[in-house]
């Protein structure tokens, strides 16, 4: 059906938690009492494998390790809250708007849930231990999500970061002495020391010719942060590095009440040498906009615009702000010669909304490729926030602070980081044609 939301009627839903499920009526307790108590081995392993030990395993950013019943045991009641809250793993994308398939989705169904919480309720049983498939193997891939880089560049010496200081953003150039144009298939960003004291980093290329690396456009590289990694480019896509770009590391560093060094590397995965990509890849920040969020004051909306000069495939949707940002939408105004991979005639279309944002996790949302939006030259992305400057942000540093744009994490922003494939005008009027052509075959 077609979407009542528009750019002008965008509305502010509560964005109080939605807990999918019925965890707690008469009916469900006792569907619950008639059913086997899940165990860890059988059960319970297999959603954690897949959801929660990339992160809850020895060396990375989980605060415990969940990899054996030994380690899950005594967090059994506290994964039981995050699970059922919906805190964890952190996914905080609307599914009720726009698009909502996804790669690498780590969210948990209702019935994983349900299990969960039955496992925990029926006194955490362990079961069979040879019935546990193995875990992922961590060790042979290490801290990096592209796998083993072909290329691995790192700053030459640590910062270090005061026990107590100001916030700061070190620039930090780096050669890493490439002699050959190359296509870039993968890309990731990592702390190698001192993950708690780096808020992000990004990394951009500096051309041959000394471009300014300030300018985050079509030379940004890869920015880390909690729960944004990698950026891995599809099939017959690449990014560009030309012979004798410097890599600059721009380093957002803040103290934690001790003296600790800080370190960032970049890996690279190349295509084979001669390769020529049929599509360009780029990530950029779509639509920032300056902020006036006045003290004591919540659901503060914030509208910002961004035309595409060309047509493209949008990858992916990461929203950003700081500790106010409550929600954010992108939705495509298009420009009147049809809509992209929607069946209806509506000119404006809802792609995604976040509304539980959560400034400790900077996550990128990569559509399912069958869905990835089409969106042709004249489109303007249409960027909607909220911010909540209250006392009832458990995040806000001050309500009592008039805020505006900044870098520091007391300030605020409001912006989008979105993956695209440019495309020519031919390549779009075929992947619109496929892209309808499949969607008449499923109707059928």
């Known amino acids: 059906m077609k979407s009542a939301l528009r750019p002008r009627r965008w509305h502010v839903i509560g964005f109080s938690l939605l807990v ?19 165990t860890f081995s059988t059960d319970v392993a297999p959603i954690l494998q897949r959801s929660c030990m990339s992160c809850h395993r020895q060396g990375s950013i989980g605060p415990m390790a969940l990899t054996s019943y030994e380690e899950a045991r005594p967090w059994a009641r506290a994964v039981r809250q995050k699970v059922m809250a919906r805190e964890m793993p952190p996914w905080y994308i609307d599914r009720r708007v726009g698009i909502t398939r996804f790669k690498d989705d780590p969210s948990l169904t209702d019935e994983e849930i349900d299990t969960i919480v039955r496992w925990v309720d029926g006194g955490v049983p362990r079961g069979n231990p040879a019935d546990m498939k193995p875990n992922p193997n961590f060790a042979d891939q290490g801290l990096w999500h592209i796998g083993k ?3 691995v560049v790192t700053m030459p010496k640590d910062l270090i970061v005061a026990a107590a200081a100001p916030d700061q953003w070190r620039d930090v150039m780096v050669d890493p002495g490439l002699t050959e144009d190359r296509w870039l298939m993968a890309v990731e960003t990592k702390p190698t020391k001192g993950w708690r004291v780096v808020h992000h980093a990004v990394t951009t290329l500096v051309a041959p ?38 890599i600059n590391f721009n380093v957002h560093l803040h103290s934690i009440g001790e003296e600790m060094p800080a370190n960032v590397e970049v890996g690279f995965k190349f295509y084979p040498k001669g390769y020529q990509p049929k599509y360009v890849a780029d990530i950029i920040p779509v639509a920032g906009s300056e902020l006036d969020i006045p003290p004591n004051t919540d659901n503060v909306r914030v509208d910002s615009y961004f035309r595409l000069k060309t047509p493209v495939r949008v990858l992916s949707f990461q929203p950003h702000m700081h500790n106010r940002g409550k929600a954010m939408c992108v939705e495509a105004i298009l420009p009147g010669d049809g809509v992209p991979s929607i069946e209806h005639g509506d000119p404006i279309v809802p792609l995604s909304c976040v509304d539980r944002y959560q400034f400790a996790w900077h996550i990128a949302y990569h559509y399912a490729e069958d869905v990835q939006p089409l969106l042709p030259a004249g489109t303007v992305l249409h960027i909607t926030a909220w911010h909540n400057n ?8 001050d309500p009592n602070q008039h805020v505006t744009f900044g870098q520091r994490t007391v300030d605020d922003m409001s912006f989008a980081w979105m993956k695209f494939l440019y495309l020519s005008e031919d390549d779009y009027k075929q992947q619109l044609a496929e892209r309808k052509s499949r969607q008449t075959q499923n109707q059928q």
């Open 209 to 246: 010719d000394g471009t300014s690396a300030t300018d985050l456009g079509s030379r940004l590289l890869n920015e880390y942060a909690l729960g944004k990694n990698e950026d891995v480019f599809p099939e017959g896509s690449a990014r560009l590095i030309k012979a004798g770009s410097k």
């Open 20 to 38: 999918m499920g019925t965890f707690g009526t008469p009916a469900a307790a006792q569907q619950a009492a008639a059913r086997p108590t899940p």
């Open 149 to 151: 880089p072909d290329v």
């Open 390 to 397: 209250t006392a009832s942000n458990k995040f806000n540093p």
